[in-house]
């Protein structure tokens, strides 16, 4: 199935969830009086929050290419975030924001494997980052509600040791030995191949970076309160009975499991998965479901600030920003 077939196949897949989620889970009299009701300072504070967040993780990014010695400007590096999420969130683009991403960024004396490299590296920690938050969220759920599968403890313990292992080998000797075999023998083979060697040596030269990489590692922990911070802000916006504690329980685990690329932007998985584990502390079906939702239009909504960047220039790559002081690497 080529990329287009797969986009309209997880469009459905979201509509289909978002149907059975509206016929049997939600009820709708319920919700349009919440909705009705809404208390729109609070969805300010909600759009607010998501900004800033975007401003974080582009600030998280560019952290990462300046470290390596390639000039990035902060507006820059932000409006090839807002770029990239407005293109997945809103045009029937068969590139991922990811690739977006590297295609806006690239320019000469910034190759796109470096591009490409950092992005991944950014994923990747993010990753760990991710499972550590979604093991504690447990470990407090646990605290607050009782019955829990130990299930959830097992898999979220071995998908953060395998993502910590699969990071410390991706940067260990070997794998740099590994590559440098491998350059001599098949960079002339094809450009693909070439690219590919150039994308994984400019990987592995962050094994130099570990400050850099420690402090982003922190920082991507930091960000996975954001969510948090977004959940509560949605139900006080609806007159929700939620607390902060709730939020941290349940938030990291559903966001860790709605990683998975099954549906579009995550529309009725994350509404599902909010049925399923805010029931854990009391919070009905409706509201649960409102508040899924709401974070997924606000996730959209807060990708808007692009539109004016995209009638002015498309998705073509942009004039670069003359280069920067570079900041000093932590």
């Known amino acids: 199935m080529n990329k287009s077939g797969k986009t309209w ?94 295609s806006l960024f690239s320019r000469p004396g910034r190759p796109s494997q470096a591009v490409a490299a950092s992005i991944f590296l950014e994923r990747a920690l993010g990753f760990v980052a991710a499972a550590l938050a979604a093991v504690i969220g447990l470990v407090l759920l646990a605290g607050i509600t009782t019955g829990l599968p130990a299930t959830f403890f097992y898999w979220s313990f071995g998908l953060l040791g395998a993502a910590c292992l699969a990071v410390a080998l991706s940067f260990s000797a070997w794998a740099g030995r590994l590559h440098a075999h491998a350059d001599r023998r098949w960079r002339e083979k094809s450009r693909l191949l070439a690219w590919l060697l150039d994308f994984v040596a400019a990987y592995h030269q962050y094994r130099s970076r570990r400050g850099v990489l420690l402090w982003f590692l922190l920082l991507s922990f930091i960000e996975q309160g954001a969510p948090v911070i977004f959940n509560w802000l949605a139900a006080q916006a609806l007159h929700l009975d939620l607390t902060l504690l709730q939020s941290a329980a349940v938030t990291p685990v559903v966001f860790f499991l709605a990683r998975l690329p099954v549906s579009f932007s995550s529309f009725g ?7 399923a584990f805010f029931s854990l502390v009391g919070i009905g079906s409706t509201p649960a479901f409102l508040i899924g939702f709401l974070i997924n239009l606000g996730s ?7 539109v004016p960047m995209y009638l002015r220039g498309g998705m073509g790559r942009a004039k670069p920003e003359p280069d920067p002081p570079l900041d000093p690497a932590p």
Not at 60 to 67: A, G, P
Request: proline share 2%; glycine share 10%.
């Open 300 to 306: 959209m909504a807060s990708a808007l600030p692009a």
């Open 9 to 102: 196949l997880r469009m459905g897949i979201s509509l289909g969830l978002l149907l059975l989620l509206l016929f049997f889970f939600v009820d709708l009299k319920q919700a349009w009086r919440a909705i009705a009701g809404a208390r729109w300072e609070f969805l300010l504070l909600l759009l607010a929050a998501f900004t800033l967040d975007r401003g974080l993780m582009s600030y998280k990014w560019r952290l990462l290419l300046v470290s390596q010695g390639y000039a990035a400007g902060h507006g820059e590096a932000l409006k090839a975030y807002y770029l990239a999420a407005f293109a997945g969130s809103f045009l029937p683009s068969t590139l991922g924001a990811d690739a977006v991403r590297v």
């Open 269 to 275: 998985v994350l509404e599902g998965l909010y049925v």
